[in-house]
Structures are given as structure tokens and as C-alpha cells.
């Protein structure tokens, strides 16, 4: 059974290939032994790769795994296969936040035609003016945020017209 | 043992510097009491202290700003003297006033030099007139078009930066005549609205300069010793990084020179308290005063590491009439520390704020290492507050081995469940041109891709998959066949 792991914003395919005597894992096409996949849940565990041990530290965040291996930590996500349809064309309508934070001005109002780069709005998160553009050419549908209000990371400030089929 | 210097002292202040504060207030036998918002009610320095109040506020930040509410508070609780940190109150001069007013001590110096330092204006004629050296400027006026032709005669590169700034808001570096009209529109405009005061200010920009500052104490009657300097030249957008002490590669004639001059500057203001003078120092040895920052720094443990004193005893000392804690003669140093500053943010966007929740947090151990933090487990990291979690301070017996050491600190050091600088830190310690000490205030723009994380390797990311793979609770009882039974004793290997 396979599954789509997110890694640096780039999808990867891990697949249980056998699990007795040891576990292997089909990444990327390429097969994986493991001799030992260590404990469940959050904390220090240990992996061994072939002969390799591993040490990595895991912790979970909803939905995401995060894991410290060798110095460096990273993020993982597994793709649900039902929302796939979601995600490549709909985020494009809409300009969210990096960060949480307030709206200093809005340099753009609803109807006018934007090319990829036409800045839309100026926020402030902790001291930080960022502005925020448009990621694609198109017509701005709404303006959700009025000047000086706040919002979550991740909140929907502008809304474009979705692209409608080129002929 | 002798009775302490006061009974109770608030710390008007809150994360790591709050926690720090008190651990040496703990130490010396005085009673703490701590102040926190209600978003802040579960944290390590609320804990921590003896006594800890609620603060109101429309914002948390908007609490730890109001005066009148911290004074009549520590004034209810018969406090002796508040302790302010850095930020916040620290250095607003109403408030050192209002708290001596009240009948308080203040843990700082009074609020005549707070006023006289915290004004670039001010502070810098005082400078010149004790022979400490300003770089040629143009004094700040309401008129644009006066100061422009002004700054245009002092030639070209030129700093621009608000009047009544800090932090580096407001702040620009012109490079030819053609960008000095918006340069400087922009600049008072930004003034303006950061500070409500619009008045720029412009000064001789030295190019590929260090950040070098001369820790300093003054007994407030005119006595004053220095704690050598440390350097904080590894900067983004004018806000430290790193800091480390002593400064690498400064000839001992130049660095008595600087912390001379910083000395005479301390005294010359009957400085009473721990303050730091800071100063930018060219390629060709000139060095010109940059400010004073008149209270405890955020890099003062890397002072502390090298001095062995205890910053915080020598301010509460100072406030509380004892003077100073050894002569000049006494002041040694031993090694080298260098500061990381571990913030809530994301080197690979623009190094953008991030919030999260800390899930897991594994904290080196080794007596050459502090870890100056306030983060507990399953803590929320907000905007509410600055992004700056923590300082993680390694000593080593030379600059290579504290770098060494922090190298493999940052590398122990695991904060998961927010985005955070500490593996970028890690790199730009590692960098050549870090080892080898070429630094700048442009050191992070000169190096910028050479910091950028290395792309992984086939076996590292199969590494990696496999272990986010083992803990998604969908595929890990795919794998483990029957669900949980294995997690409830806890382990799968025993």
C-alpha cells in the first residue's frame, strides 16, 4: 500500500513492501531494510537502516511529523489521497498569510486586474512589514481584512476570481 | 549571613531575562515577584517567582508597558526596588522617575541619563564633548530640504535613521546622490509612525564595519570600570544574531583604546548601573560611538562567561548603594563565549516570524554551556511577544573551541513544533568566514548562499521519510500490524 509523504514541499512515495522478518519500505522506488523502527509516539528512538543506527528525535503536530536527524530538523506530511483535488488550483485564488499579524494598508480593491507580482497588501507581524502579492494574473474577487485588522498565520486575506479555463 | 541588599524585588519583565533576573535574586536571598499577562499565566517566570500578578492590558505587550499598573502593584506588595530587563520599560525614563517617585529603587541608573542616552541627539553631543569619537554627521531638523543639502557635503556612503530610533527601524544606507531625496523622505516617514517623531538624522556609513560594545559598570558618582567588549557584528536587518567576547583579531592597543573610551564616557555621566557602549569599527581602525544602551543587555552572559561576573548581582549592588563590585585592576578574562540568539522564525522565508506549540524540547548539558530560556513543553509560541525564544552561550577555552562547542550545542539542541533559526545558527558558526573571523554588519547578505541549507541525499531523505513514516499513527499500525498495545507498555524493542 503506498502513501504520499510531504518533504520540503516535495511529494515522495513510501510504500511497505514486507514487514516480517524486517520491515521494508519502498522510498522513491528505491527498497529500504530496517532492522529496527523503534518506539512509537514522541521522544528519541532509534532507527537502524540496514546496518546503520540512527538516532533521530520525533515529535507530532496534528497532523505533521517532526523529526531531528543528524543536526537538522524537518517536516513531514501525509497527503490525505481525497483532498488531492483541492490543492493544486484552489490556492492559487487565495493570498494568505505567512504569519500572523495586522494589515497596515490594502493596495488593491475588488475588481481590479492584477499580473503575478501587483502587490495587494501591506501586513505587519512583530515589528515586520511584509507586502503580499498576487501569485498569478487575475481579478481581485474580495478583500477579506479591512486596514488595521489582525489575523492567524495561514488566514485568507484576498480572494482572486478563479481562473476560468483558457480556451 | 548578612541581611540582603532589599526584601523584594518585581521583575517588570518576562521569558528568559525574567527567569535570569530572578535565579541571581533567588541567590542573593531576596524575595521575587513576577507580573504576566493572562496568555502568559503557566509560564517559567511566573512559576519561577515567589509571588507572581496578573497584568491587564489590550495587548500582553500593552500590559508589560503600563507604568501605573506595574508601580501600584509593586507599591500594594511593599516591593524595594524593581528590576526592568531589557525592552519594555527598560529604558523609558517617565518610568525610572514614576518607580523613584513612588519610593522604589530603581535597578538602573536614574532618569536623567536614561533621557540623556536614549536620545541619538543628545547622547552623541555628550559623546563628542568627552573625546569620544561621532562619525561626521547632520543633526536632525524638521526642515527636509535643509537636511538633504546637509547630508549630500558629508559625501557618500551615508546612514539615515530616525532621530528618536532604535532596533534599526527607520534606518538606511544611501550610496550615491540620486537616492538621498527618497531615502530620506522614506526614513522620516518611517520615523514618524514608529515614533511618533519625525526628525531623521544621517551619519558617515562605514563601510564593511564591526559592531563592537564595551560592557561598562558605574557607581552613579562618577566612578566607572569596563568588562571588556564583546562583538556583535553578525546582523539581519541591524538586529544581533551573535554576539561573542572578546572581539577576535583586536589589537590590545585598540581594544584599550575603545573600552577606555567607553570608561571615560560612563564617568563623564556619573553612569550608576550595568550599560553597554556601543560602537562601529572600521576596517582602518576607526571607531566611531554608536549609542549607549542603559541597562542589561541581552548578550551580557557572553560577558559574564569570560569575566566570571555576575552582571545582574553587580546592577543590584549598584542600586543598592554598594558601589562597585572590583577596581579595574581586578577585572580578568578567561576564553571565549559566544551567544546564539534562538528565534521563532524561518531562515528559508525571509527569516518570517512562526508561531507554533513546543513539543518536544532536549536541552544540551555541560558546565561550558547556558541554555537562557523560559520554554516549557506544550507552551504556545504567539506573536504576541518577541520571537526570540532563548540564548544558548558557549565558553570554550579559545574562540575555536567555543565555536566547536556550539557548533555541537546547536546540534544537540532539539526545540520541535515551531520553526525555528537554530540549525541556520549552526551553519553561519560553521561558515570559514565565521572560523576565521571576517566578520561585518553585512556578514549574513555577503554569505547568503552559502548558508542556505545543503539539499539532502538520497539516504538522509529515505532516513528521514522512514522515521515520519514510523509515526503517522495511520501508517505506523499498518506496520505494527496490531494497533496499541505496543504503545501502551511503551515500547516496541523491550
Redesign the interface.
Known amino acids: 500500500m503506498g502513501f504520499q509523504l510531504i518533504l520540503d514541499g516535495e511529494e515522495h512515495d513510501v510504500a511497505i513492501v514486507r514487514r516480517r522478518p524486517h520491515l521494508v519500505l519502498r522510498i522513491d522506488g528505491i527498497q529500504h531494510e530496517f532492522s529496527e523502527i523503534g518506539g512509537p509516539g514522541d521522544g528519541l528512538h532509534a532507527l537502524k537502516c540496514g546496518k546503520h543506527p540512527i538516532d533521530f528525535i520525533r515529535a507530532s503536530d496534528n497532523e505533521r511529523q517532526i523529526i531531528r536527524l543528524g543536526g537538522r530538523t524537518f517536516e513531514v506530511d501525509l497527503t490525505d489521497p481525497f483532498s488531492e483535488g483541492m490543492e493544486s488550483g484552489g490556492n492559487m485564488d487565495a493570498v494568505r498569510s505567512p504569519m500572523p499579524g495586522t494589515v497596515v494598508s490594502i493596495q488593491c480593491k475588488e475588481g481590479d486586474t492584477v499580473v503575478r507580482g501587483t502587490p495587494l497588501v501591506t501586513i505587519e507581524s512583530m515589528k515586520l512589514q511584509t507586502v503580499l502579492s498576487a501569485m498569478r494574473e487575475g481579478t481581485v474577487a474580495e478583500i477579506l481584512r479591512a486596514e488595521g485588522e489582525t489575523f492567524e498565520k495561514d488566514a485568507i486575506i484576498v480572494m482572486l476570481e478563479p481562473e476560468t479555463e483558457k480556451a | 549571613m548578612s541581611d540582603p541588599l532589599f526584601n523584594k524585588v518585581l521583575v517588570a519583565n518576562r521569558g528568559e531575562i525574567a527567569c535570569r533576573i530572578m535565579r541571581t535574586l533567588t541567590d542573593m536571598g531576596i524575595s521575587t515577584v513576577a507580573i504576566h499577562h493572562a496568555a502568559e499565566s503557566k509560564a517559567r517566570h511566573v512559576q519561577m517567582a515567589d509571588k507572581a500578578v496578573e497584568i491587564c492590558g489590550e495587548t500582553p505587550v500593552a500590559a508589560h508597558l503600563d507604568m501605573g499598573q506595574i508601580i501600584e502593584i509593586a507599591r500594594k506588595l511593599e516591593v524595594d526596588a524593581i528590576h526592568p530587563g531589557y525592552g519594555f520599560l527598560s529604558e523609558n525614563a517617565n518610568f525610572a522617575a514614576a518607580v523613584a517617585e513612588a519610593g522604589m529603587t530603581f535597578i538602573g541608573p536614574d532618569a536623567e541619563t536614561i533621557a540623556l542616552m536614549g536620545d541619538k541627539i543628545s547622547a552623541r553631543n555628550f559623546a563628542e564633548k568627552h573625546n569620544v569619537a561621532v562619525a561626521p554627521s547632520v543633526m536632525p531638523t524638521d526642515d527636509l530640504e535643509d537636511f538633504i543639502e546637509k547630508a549630500a557635503d558629508i559625501g557618500y556612503p551615508l546612514l539615515i535613521k530616525a532621530a528618536a530610533g532604535g532596533?534599526g527601524?527607520g534606518m538606511s544606507i544611501v550610496r550615491e546622490a540620486g537616492a538621498l531625496v527618497e531615502a530620506a523622505r522614506i526614513a522620516s516617514s518611517e520615523a514618524q509612525r514608529?515614533f511618533g517623531d519625525g526628525r531623521v538624522y544621517a551619519e558617515t556609513f562605514v563601510d564593511h564595519p564591526r559592531h563592537i560594545e564595551v560592557q561598562i559598570l558605574g557607581d552613579g558618582k562618577g566612578g566607572a570600570i569596563h568588562l571588556f567588549e564583546r562583538e556583535c557584528s553578525v546582523q539581519r536587518?541591524f538586529q544581533k544574531i551573535i554576539e561573542e567576547a572578546p572581539a577576535a583579531n583586536l589589537s590590545s592597543e585598540l581594544r584599550d583604546e575603545i573600552c577606555t573610551s567607553a570608561t571615560r564616557l560612563a564617568a563623564a555621566a556619573h553612569y550608576k548601573n550595568a550599560g553597554t557602549v556601543e560602537y562601529i569599527l572600521g576596517a582602518d581602525g576607526r571607531f566611531f560611538f554608536l549609542e549607549m544602551n542603559t541597562r542589561l543587555q541581552v548578550e551580557h552572559p557572553v560577558t559574564e562567561m569570560i569575566t566570571g561576573i555576575d552582571l545582574v548581582r553587580a546592577q543590584i549592588e549598584i542600586a543598592a548603594g554598594k558601589g562597585l563590585p572590583l577596581p579595574q585592576s581586578e577585572v580578568r578574562t578567561s576564553g571565549h563565549a559566544i551567544e546564539c540568539r534562538i528565534c521563532a522564525e524561518n531562515p528559508e522565508?525571509d527569516f518570517?516570524?512562526?508561531?507554533?506549540?513546543v513539543?518536544?524540547l532536549?536541552v544540551p548539558e555541560a558546565e561550558w554551556l547556558r541554555f537562557e530560556n523560559a520554554l516549557t513543553h506544550g507552551q504556545k509560541i504567539?506573536?504576541d511577544f518577541?520571537?526570540m525564544l532563548a540564548k544558548l552561550v558557549a565558553h570554550g577555552p579559545d574562540r575555536d573551541a567555543a565555536i566547536e562547542r556550539s557548533i555541537a550545542a546547536?546540534?544537540?539542541l532539539?526545540l520541535?513544533?515551531v520553526?525555528?533559526n537554530?540549525?541556520y545558527l549552526?551553519r553561519l558558526i560553521n561558515h570559514d568566514a565565521f572560523r576565521t573571523a571576517e566578520l561585518h554588519t553585512g556578514f549574513i547578505a555577503q554569505h547568503r548562499d552559502d548558508l542556505a541549507?545543503k539539499a539532502?541525499n538520497?539516504?538522509?531523505?529515505?532516513?528521514?521519510?522512514?522515521?515520519?513514516?514510523?509515526?503517522?499513527r495511520?501508517?505506523?499500525d499498518?506496520?505494527?500490524?496490531t494497533p496499541e498495545p505496543?504503545?501502551a507498555i511503551?515500547?516496541?524493542?523491550n
Open positions: 532596533g527601524k514608529y536587518r522565508q518570517m516570524p512562526e508561531t507554533g506549540v513539543r518536544h532536549g504567539t506573536a518577541d520571537p546547536l546540534g544537540e532539539a520541535l513544533g520553526k525555528t537554530i540549525d549552526a541549507p539532502l538520497e539516504t538522509e531523505r529515505a532516513q528521514i521519510l522512514a522515521a515520519a513514516f514510523l509515526g503517522f495511520q501508517t505506523r499498518l506496520i505494527v500490524g505496543h504503545a511503551g515500547g516496541w524493542r
